[in-house]
């Protein structure tokens, strides 16, 4: 299948070049040309089928020539290596634990599937591949360990000084060998300008294979997709499921939206915001107004211009009545978050992290009767220990695979918000 840019319908590139690339070079986010229609047969037999199954048929509507079915089958096994488990909250309400993977968070599948993807395809490229990233917190853990050790793909990170939490920090500084961490003097918004910056610098790529694992890649956008077919295999299609996604770039919404596109019959979603909450308010007055980034306790979702907007809006057809008829939004600040987690807590003897919670929250406040709400558990509560133990529980313990992070040393190196340094420095690396 082909894929063209959101910004230039007749700017189009295969899956592979896509993978490789990342964006394309109009600024625009690659969207696949088509998007397939799941037979009925198959839906109707999801509760049949093992999660790697669906993944190994929808994604190959995606990748068809490009990898070859025994390859894909292999990626998808060696990406869902975790469980997925639905898990009932309370009443009507289910949170689909995304964070059993190595980093514990929902990252893991995209970035997974994403290393496996290139890694194949650099086999048949000339030169080594460089991924350069920008993350919030989570996706530079997800990605330090899908990538590692992956042969001809070193790896750059680029994380926001003194925005991320230490086990994040650690996740994604600790692992050495092909993976580089650094740390900007700035917010996360400015990180991913750099980034940007540097795929549209023409001189910078004559030296540099470039590539990206932000959820810009289609190779981290389609998988997400897969995970929201959980519920429907274990309870069958007659459920008004109705998905609360904890949203920062928008990258985990819009999978699921193209899932439904497919013909998954999803009910309808609520996109969960913090105190960042441009596209809600977007919902509410049909204007796109991006206000400065605010720090917040669920620090993944602080994005004040989320990228993967460009791909809401051509997911329907750049129209918001179209978008209003399958989703709505919901904004929830710290203090509110904090109130969800302690209720949470004591009403269902359940540890939610701060993200998860405010689309909890979300659903405690806008589920209907007769409707079924599923969250999406995007982060295991322990990668926010400080939060958790202010408002649950003071004793909670680290698990172990988390206390042996900080036995490690801690490699990054800083540099200001400036392109001129990120240039410098990927040049004087390679
Ligand atoms: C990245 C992240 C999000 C936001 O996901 P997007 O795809 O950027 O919308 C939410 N929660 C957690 C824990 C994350 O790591």
């Known amino acids: 299948m082909n894929f063209f840019s959101t910004n230039d319908s007749a700017n189009r590139s295969s899956f592979r070049k896509s993978v490789i690339e990342s964006l394309p070079d109009d600024g625009g986010l690659y969207f696949p040309e088509i998007i397939p229609s ?41 990406t869902f290596i975790f469980d997925i488990p639905l898990v009932r909250v309370e009443e009507n309400i289910y949170c689909l634990e995304l964070f059993h993977g190595p980093t514990m968070a929902f990252k893991d599948v995209g970035a997974r599937f994403l290393a496996r993807t290139l890694s194949y395809f650099q086999e048949t490229e000339d030169k080594e591949i460089t991924i350069l990233v920008a993350t919030s917190g989570d996706t530079g853990g997800a990605v330090a360990s899908g990538f590692f050790n992956q042969s001809g793909i070193n790896v750059v990170i680029l994380y926001p000084s003194g ?54 890649n289609i190779a981290r956008w389609l998988p997400q997709a897969i995970y929201y077919y959980v519920p429907f295999m274990l309870r069958g299609a007659d459920e008004k499921f109705v998905f609360s996604v904890p949203c920062g770039n928008y990258g985990n919404i819009t ?30 007055s049909g204007i796109f107004d991006p206000h400065k980034t605010i720090q917040t306790i669920s620090n993944a979702m602080d994005v004040s211009r989320p990228s993967n907007f460009k791909r809401l809006a051509t997911l329907y057809d750049h129209n918001l009545q179209n978008i209003l008829a399958d989703t709505s939004g919901y904004r929830l600040g710290d203090e509110g978050t904090r109130r969800v987690m302690k ?17 909890y929250g979300a659903l405690c406040k806008r589920l209907q009767n007769g409707e079924v709400g599923v969250f999406l558990g995007t982060a295991h509560h322990s990668k926010f220990m400080n939060v ?36 410098a420095y990927l040049i004087d690396c390679y």
């Not at 899932?259 to 915001?273: E, N, Q, T």
């Not at 202010?390 to 200001?416: A, G, H, Q």
């Open 255 to 284: 999978s699921g939206m193209l899932a439904k596109k497919m013909g998954l019959p999803i009910h309808r979603f609520i996109a969960a915001s913090n105190s960042n909450d441009v596209v809600p308010r977007y919902f509410e």
């Open 163 to 216: 925005k991320v939490t230490p086990i994040q920090e650690r996740q994604m500084t600790t692992l050495g060998g092909n993976i580089n961490a650094l740390e900007v003097n700035g917010d996360f918004d400015d990180c991913q300008t750099l980034v940007k910056q540097a795929f549209l610098d023409k001189n910078l790529n004559q030296y540099l294979k470039l590539s990206s694992a932000n959820s810009i």
């Open 343 to 359: 209720t949470c807590y004591h009403q269902n003897k359940y540890l939610i992290d701060p993200h998860s919670s405010i689309a």
């Open 388 to 423: 958790m133990h202010e408002v649950t529980d003071p004793n909670l313990e680290l698990p172990e695979k988390v206390k042996r992070l900080f036995e490690k040393e801690r490699r990054s190196e800083k540099i200001e918000n400036s392109y001129e340094e990120l240039k």
């Open 38 to 78: 799941l037979d009925l047969n198959f839906l109707r037999s999801l509760t049949n089928k093992s999660l790697h199954e669906i993944a190994y048929h929808v994604l190959s509507l995606f990748s068809e020539a490009d990898i070859p079915l025994e390859k894909l089958q292999s990626i998808v096994q060696d």
